[in-house]
């Protein structure tokens, strides 16, 4: 999608927030490798990266105007491979689901899945849109309450499996993933289970299997925001009483869940009953990130040397006085970035460049 750069402006204000305490703050932003990440972890802790992709809704173009190029195939592509380069064996990529939009026709679909098929994700939460895609979506999807009727159980194939477990830097994570029903002209004998009874259920299968953490995709709309997402020191993760996501984790036992991956177009980073709950803004533009580190001794994540890294644009360029690619709503910002005629240079994620010389 090209967009003129006013109407990109205003996207961006829309989404994207700021004050002018981020001036000259590099802002959803990660340049190089945290210094976090190189510090020595104790003997009986381990740690890896989660990274997710939320909401595609079958936007492969990205932004673009007068300033840097954002989202879309290609950059979602880049940014996914330098995290596999410079995380080996120690990164997890997951999707919420929603590739296509709702409207999608069946030639756009097909478009997205066979573009998606070649992206380095390694899970994705299936949804009632990807249901017309059971048979041809070769990416692995992960669907642990929707239904048969007719076989009485769960929709599962080659390539959509109840849950899966991925080993990463010596543990073993399980991943689940739980849709609110489809609505009725899509349903064509199919059940979608209680979210809860889903979990518990899938939980005793992932724990005979020896899984350390269990990740939980989930398709209800947490209804939760964070406040000020920019400045690390003030973030707050506030949830209206009407949080689906909310009523689910504190029906749950306690640790049954220790990280729940969410949709919709809010900001969600925080906890929510102990658990870590991660989201942003869909459409292509973001990759979220959290390193997660694990006490084998005690079995439980460590909260306090465990940290969340993104969420992180996926710029092309970053504007030169800033070094990203964020505006906002800040008059102050724009005005030094026209100063400079928003002049750009190349973008890096994790010590690598995003375009390749």
């Known amino acids: 999608m090209k967009l003129k750069t006013a109407l990109f402006l205003f996207i961006a204000g829309l989404f994207f927030g700021c004050s002018s305490k981020e001036m000259t703050k590099k802002t959803y932003t990660l340049q190089k490798v945290p210094t976090s990440f190189t510090q020595k972890l104790n003997k009986n ?6 990274v997710s992709l939320n909401d595609l809704n079958s936007q492969l173009s990205g932004l673009s105007g007068q300033g840097p190029s ?49 992206l380095p994700i390694d899970g994705i939460g299936m949804t009632a849109r990807e249901l017309s895609a059971k048979e041809s979506l070769e990416s692995p999807l992960i669907n642990s309450n ?17 849950y899966r477990i991925f080993e990463r830097a010596g543990l073993k994570i399980g991943v689940l993933s739980v849709t609110p029903p489809a609505p009725e002209e899509v349903l064509n004998g199919l059940y979608f289970d209680d979210a809860v009874a889903s979990i518990l259920k899938h939980y005793k299968d992932l724990k005979k299997e020896g899984v350390d953490l269990v990740t ?72 979220d990130l959290i390193k997660i580190v694990y006490n084998v001794e005690q079995k439980k994540i460590n909260h306090q040397k ?47 460049p995003v375009i390749s010389k």
């Open 45 to 50: 802790e381990k740690s890896f990266l989660l």
């Open 70 to 118: 954002i989202g879309g195939l290609e950059m979602i592509d880049r940014y996914l491979s330098i995290v596999k380069q410079v995380f080996q064996g120690e990164n997890l990529i997951l999707s919420t689901g929603y590739l296509t939009q709702e409207r999608s026709s069946q030639e756009q679909r097909h478009y997205v899945y066979q573009a998606l098929g070649k």
């Open 146 to 162: 929707i239904y048969d009727i007719a076989s009485r159980s769960l929709l599962e194939n080659n390539n959509i499996k109840p």
């Open 216 to 287: 939980l995709i989930s398709h209800y709309p947490p209804l939760c925001e964070t406040q000020s997402p920019q400045i690390e020191e003030e973030r707050k993760l506030v949830c209206e009483d009407e949080s689906i996501l909310k009523k689910i984790l504190k029906r749950l036992p306690r640790n049954e869940v220790d990280i729940a991956i969410t949709v919709g177009q809010r900001f969600s980073f925080g906890k929510i009953h102990d658990v870590y709950v991660m989201n942003t803004p869909g459409n292509g533009l973001y990759i």
């Open 306 to 352: 465990t940290q969340h890294l993104g969420p992180v644009l996926l710029c092309e360029t970053f504007y030169s006085l800033t070094k990203d690619c964020f505006i906002g709503n800040s008059h102050e910002r724009f005005q030094k970035l026209k100063e400079t005629n928003f002049e750009q240079m190349p973008a890096s994620f994790l010590g690598e």
